[in-house]
């Protein structure tokens, strides 16, 4: 197995094994959350697990991150985050105050999404068989609007937009990791992203799909995107919000900003007439100050996305199968 | 006096090169009856006579075949004779299989030439003269078999004067399907300009910039001696220091600019007109924007009568580079991308089928393969049970088609990660299996997954696919290359590729024939702190490899030096590789040579340029379980920098010194082995100083030594490497 860095490798392990093994309507999609109709109700149920080294790092820790991932997968399936989830899988001799560190921002962040974590579960592996900690988060939403939102329902034409600067986590975590001894002020921009979310949905039912750039980044999201819905994405590279330290470290890396992970961006498709409205909705929040139309949903070359970069070229963004390797002979 | 009569068939590059009139000419001459045709398969011929005639037939046949013609195969059977007669040309039959070749573009001959000149002639100065001894081919070829309602000259009717002699087997056009002249061909066109021609030329000597329609694309003109042309052109074709091609008038005008020897006086005025690389006289006199940094020049001789008519007219050398932006392909269709860089454009009505770029060449090696050589086959040294594509490697992409024994390299393609190069790709092999009638059934690709070409590979239905380690297909290159299987000891040197053990491969001794190899040594692996960004940028390997140095690289960069160590160290996006391209990086910029490079290998080219050939020693390197360690040649490289040597014997040495522990690893390997052919591949066997070192060492040694000819050692040979591995896989070996 290579490790999962978001990319081709990881989907192809998920449509091969799992998807194969649990095929079913509602899972076929593959979407970030499930939409199931209980009774009246029609509920989203989401997932996730959480692996991450350096546990604690500048602007969040694990537990920001359980929790936030799975709002946030929620939100951008259009529901509003309910309930929680949550296990543990410790290594034994993981100190005590850490795991308290980590409940108690799983606390705040719950607090700040308006969630509550309503049942759980721990397990201890030996010494040596984690990385000190992993946490699980479930989550159960509530579809309270009536927008059907998704992939197949985006159109050649529509806008491409991102909630703000991107590559923040990633970089941040791998600038903690790599004892790299850089000077930075850099921090995760791990958030609960529902409220964000609830604002754009309300001024602009001409949403199609929304996802959370996490693994893989905003590349990885677009190209499964412009497969699902046999599109062409295409990016203006000069209007890609990047901070000024992100996209120094991620020169310095060598590493692509678009592939890099984000915590708390996600990424809207918006029919054209209302990409207007709904960058100003975006930017009216603090989550959203940066928010910005990075590019145009096409018909042709359909399944790629292609970058208009500041030389005027235009370059193929696919997804990388696992971690990025050399090309250049 | 008995006659006998033989059917003839004959394969290989034999239409659209005058070979039906050359076959009537020798038949009638040997007063031999009968007829010769052109089919799908090529050129059928029956003739009948007397047995001396008759034999003399077969043996002059490819003996005095047109310049042009390339014969690749003649059946002869014997048949009933059916009565003295005259000869004839007959029309072509349409049934039968596509073994019919598509010729190469020419450059103009010498009658076309005399006809551009002669102000009686009906072509005079007509920019679109052209034969069947010249002119274009493959660009303008949309579809088999090859005449003129299949290219781009179907939209130009042929006046009465034309189709005359386009009609009259004795005529130098006939059966010319590009032929045309003023009154019925192509015209040339500047914004609304009432003389193009005069007015480029005007432009030119005035150091404008111009958009010039050539065979295979637009290219960018200049004057070449122009104290500021070619620097604007630079600055507004955002290239940076990539050298540009020189085009000369004639061969005085070369011999004036670079040393031009034998090899570079036939391959300048050969038919296929490659640009030329020459070692460049001292006080060269083009502007220093021109080539800067090199020691080179790349030249080339008109190859069209336009070229002909502009350069007489100007009477001075032009900077003639591809029509593009840096990084993207060269423009054919329409200038469109080239407004903001052109001061105008120099256009016609002639519509470019296929973009082709000019082919490079250095000392008989082909470097880019491309206009003059495309289509052309390449025989290979076995038979591909099933046809198959090979999808070549990401940057210098190449495809390559292969059926029977041979195999069809596409023009250089570039770099996959453009899209509209991308594009060129995805057509260009629609296109060639159309051309040759070939439906793949076996598709080859690189290991690398991230590999557009691998991508494009895996997205193919009902095919068998054959995954090829990089430096293996570098080897099979060159072998394929010199019609050989092998198996040889494969030193495949290049930047980066991708290897089974999850490291990047570039520095590699492997064992290898078509079938497979074994890595059998390779250079100590370091890491490549930000990948392909350690590439962009020499001096990440100048830290990875040495990160205590205490020389100027280190101060120059001091900002990110401590972190790209950190990242080195702690494997932060710093994968292993065994590279020797980036051991040459490792070296220019420890020697100040070159911190961040802004095209392929010019911290290594630019590292060869400095170094001096007459110094004949060479740093001493561990080779210990055939893994040499190029850390000590840079250890030694330090120590002399440090102790106030000159750079150009410090940069001799260092080539020296990888030479001599490849020569000592080969005969480490011949031991083990028992093996006594040594195939040298991969990019950086275009630095001639190392390639030449290396081939001289082994052949004092007694090894026999194969070379790149034909096509690329880089990147642009992998296809055809591919190719060959993929026909050895998939034949049977009987038990
Ligand atoms: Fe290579
Ligand atoms: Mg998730
Ligand atoms: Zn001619
Ligand atoms: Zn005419």
Redesign the interface.
């Known amino acids: 197995l290579a490790h999962g860095a978001g990319g081709k490798a990881t989907q192809t392990l998920v449509e091969a094994v799992f998807l194969e093994a649990f095929r079913n309507p509602v899972l076929e999609p593959l979407d970030d959350a499930a939409a199931l109709e209980i009774g009246l109700s029609r509920v989203a149920v989401t997932t996730d697990s959480f692996v991450v080294t350096p546990l604690f790092f500048p602007g969040g820790d694990i537990g920001h991150l359980a929790v936030n991932g799975t709002v946030n997968d929620l939100a951008v399936s259009g529901a509003r985050p309910l309930y929680l989830t949550a296990g543990f899988i410790l290594e034994e001799g993981f100190p005590v105050a850490d795991l308290m560190r980590i409940v108690t921002s799983m606390r705040e962040a719950a607090d700040a999404a308006g969630v509550h974590v309503v049942t759980g579960d721990t397990k201890v592996v030996q010494r040596g068989k984690g990385d000190g900690c992993y946490v699980n988060t479930s989550g159960i939403g509530v579809v309270e609007h009536a927008w059907r939102l998704g992939a197949h329902h985006v159109r050649p034409g529509d806008a491409v937009i991102v909630s703000g600067p991107i590559g923040d986590h990633g970089i941040t975590i791998m600038l903690a990791r790599g004892d790299l001894g850089i000077e930075s002020d850099l921090e995760s921009d791990t958030a609960p992203l529902h409220d964000l979310v609830a604002a754009l949905l309300e001024v602009a039912p001409g949403v199609r799909m929304m996802r959370d750039a996490t693994r893989g980044g905003v590349a990885t999201v677009l190209n499964e995107l412009a497969r699902a819905a046999e599109v062409s994405v295409v990016l203006e590279e000069d209007a890609i919000p990047v901070r000024p330290e992100v996209r120094g470290a991620a020169e310095l890396l060598g590493i692509d900003p678009l592939y890099v992970a984000c915590e708390g961006r996600f990424v809207a498709v918006v029919e054209e007439a209302q990409a207007g409205q709904a960058v100003e909705a975006l930017r009216a929040h603090p989550l959203g100050a940066q928010a910005a139309v990075i590019g145009r949903v096409g018909e042709a070359p359909a399944g790629l996305v292609l970058l208009k970069t500041a030389f005027g070229g235009t370059r193929i963004c696919d997804v990388l199968v696992g971690d990025p390797l050399p090309r250049i002979c | 006096m008995s006659r006998v009569g033989r059917d003839l068939r004959v394969t290989g590059v034999v239409q659209g090169v005058g070979f039906r009139p050359y076959v009537h000419r020798l038949a009638t001459g040997l007063r031999l009856s009968g007829r010769v045709g052109n089919d799908v398969a090529g050129v059928f011929i029956e003739i009948e006579g007397t047995h001396e005639n008759v034999a003399e037939f077969l043996a002059a046949l490819p003996r005095d075949a047109p310049p042009l013609a390339r014969i690749e195969r003649v059946e002869v059977t014997a048949c009933t004779t059916r009565g003295a007669g005259g000869f004839e040309i007959v029309t072509s039959r349409g049934d039968g299989t596509r073994d019919a070749l598509v010729p190469a573009d020419f450059a103009t001959c010498a009658d076309c030439l005399r006809e551009l000149f002669d102000p009686s002639d009906r072509r005079h100065r007509y920019p679109f003269v052209n034969c069947t001894h010249c002119g274009p081919r493959f660009t303008i070829v949309r579809d088999v078999p090859y005449d003129r309602m299949r290219t781009t000259m179907a939209g130009f009717p042929m006046c009465t004067a034309c189709r005359a002699e386009y009609t009259d087997p004795s005529d130098r056009r006939f059966h010319a399907e590009p032929t045309c002249c003023p009154a019925c061909g192509p015209r040339l066109a500047l914004g609304d300009s009432a003389d193009p021609l005069g007015d480029a030329v005007a432009r030119l000597a005035d150091g404008q910039v111009l958009a010039i329609k050539g065979l295979g694309g637009f290219h960018l003109a200049a004057l070449a001696a122009h104290p500021t042309a070619a620097s604007v052109l630079r600055s507004r074709k955002?290239r940076a220091d990539k050298p540009f091609a020189v085009m000369v008038t004639d061969l005085r005008q070369a011999a004036a600019l670079c040393e031009v020897d034998e090899t570079g006086e036939r391959e300048l005025t050969g038919h296929r007109r490659p640009i030329v690389l020459l070692p460049r006289r001292p006080h060269a006199g083009v502007a220093a924007a021109v080539a800067p940094a090199t020691g080179e020049l790349g030249l080339m001789l008109p190859y069209t009568p336009l070229h002909h008519l502009l350069l007489r007219d100007l009477g001075e050398p032009i900077v003639l580079t591809s029509g593009n932006?840096?990084?993207?392909p060269i423009a054919y269709r329409d200038a469109d991308?080239l407004i903001d860089v052109a001061d105008a454009v120099l256009t016609h009505d002639r519509p470019i089928h296929v973009r082709t770029d000019d082919s490079v060449v250095r000392g008989g090696t082909v470097l880019r393969r491309a206009r003059g050589h495309a289509p052309e086959p390449i025989g290979l040294p076995l038979r591909c049970p099933e046809p198959v594509l090979a999808c070549g490697?990401?940057?210098?992409n190449t495809f390559c088609l292969a059926r029977d024994s041979q195999a069809f390299l596409s023009p250089h393609i570039g770099d996959?990660?453009?899209?509209?190069t991308?594009?060129s790709f995805t057509e260009g092999i629609a296109h060639f299996q159309r051309l040759f009638g070939i439906t793949p059934r076996v598709v080859a690709h690189d290991l690398?997954?991230?590999?557009?070409s691998t991508?494009y590979a895996a997205g193919l239905d009902g095919v068998e696919l054959v995954a090829v380690q990089?430096h293996h297909a570098h080897i099979a290159s060159c072998l394929a290359d010199n019609g050989e299987t092998g198996p040889v000891i494969g030193v495949a040197f290049?930047?980066?590729?991708?290897g089974p053990d999850g490291t990047?491969w570039?520095g590699e001794f492997l064992v290898a024939d078509l079938a497979g190899y074994v890595r059998a040594g390779h250079l100590r692996p370091v890491p490549?702190?930000?990948?392909?960004?350690?590439?962009?940028q020499p001096w990440r390997m100048a830290a990875a490899y040495l990160p205590d140095v205490d020389l100027p690289v280190a101060q120059r960069n001091a900002a990110?030096w401590?972190?790209?160590v950190?990242?080195a160290r702690?494997a932060?996006?710093a994968?292993l590789?065994s590279s020797a391209?980036r051991l040459f990086d490792a070296a220019a910029a420890l020697l100040d040579v070159r911190d961040e490079i802004t095209y392929?290998g010019q911290a290594a080219i630019e590292l060869e340029q400095r170094a001096d050939p007459s110094t004949s020693d060479g740093y001493p390197a561990a080779v210990d379980d055939l893994v040499l360690c190029g850390e000590d040649l840079l250890r030694a490289l330090v120590a002399d920098r440090r102790a106030g040597v000159d750079l150009a014997v410090i940069a001799a040495r260092f080539h020296n010194g990888l030479a001599d522990a490849v020569v000592a690893c080969c005969a480490r390997l011949r031991e083990d082995t028992g093996l006594n052919a040594v195939a040298l591949s991969g990019?950086v066997f275009q630095n001639s100083l190392l390639s030449r070192r290396i081939s001289d060492g082994l052949h004092r040694n007694g090894f026999r030594v194969l070379t790149h000819r034909r096509v690329p050692a880089?990147?642009g040979g992998i296809s055809l490497g591919q190719a060959a591995i993929a026909a050895r896989l998939t034949t049977a070996v009987p038990a």
């Open positions: 955002r932006l840096s990084d993207e991308r490697a990401e940057l210098k996959l990660t453009d899209h509209e991308h594009t690398h997954p991230d590999y557009l991508r990089h290049d930047g980066t590729g991708f990047v570039g490549m702190p930000g990948g392909d960004a350690a590439v962009r990110r401590a972190p790209v950190a990242m702690n932060v996006n994968p590789t391209g392929e990019g880089n990147d």
